[in-house]
């Protein structure tokens, strides 16, 4: 069983900034595709950012040119940079990890993005 500890989210203002973190028990970072997915209120899970165990990346339209998903093998983690943060993007952001034939989930961080 892997466990994805996530990290960094909270509060912050419109146009602010902030980088989620994810780390999976064990090293199979890897060999593993990763993703970020949120969870607005009354909304059902989308996809926000994904990159493959070889590095190709692939955005939400809504996080294309704001957002940025890079991993650290040597660190075993798996980052989403978020800036020009929008009320819109508030919602709980969840790691993912697929390990074939494995299906992992964090259990998710808040983002709010309020005045």
């Known amino acids: 069983q892997v466990q994805l500890l996530e990290s960094g989210g909270g509060w912050v203002q419109p146009g602010g900034s902030l980088r989620l973190s994810c780390a999976p028990s064990g090293s199979i970072l890897s060999i593993a595709n990763m993703g970020w997915y949120r969870q607005a209120p009354g909304k059902q899970r989308e996809m926000v950012a994904l990159?493959?165990?070889?590095?190709?990346?692939n955005y939400a339209d809504s996080a294309k040119g704001r957002f940025t998903i890079s991993r650290d093998n040597a660190k075993n983690t798996v980052y989403l940079q978020m800036n020009s943060l929008k009320p819109e993007d508030t919602a709980v952001y969840y790691c993912?990890?697929?390990?074939?034939?494995?299906?992992?989930w964090g259990q998710g961080t808040q983002v709010t993005v309020s005045s």
């Open positions: 993912n990890l697929q390990w074939y034939p494995y299906d992992y």
């Open positions: 990159i493959t165990s070889s590095g190709s990346t």
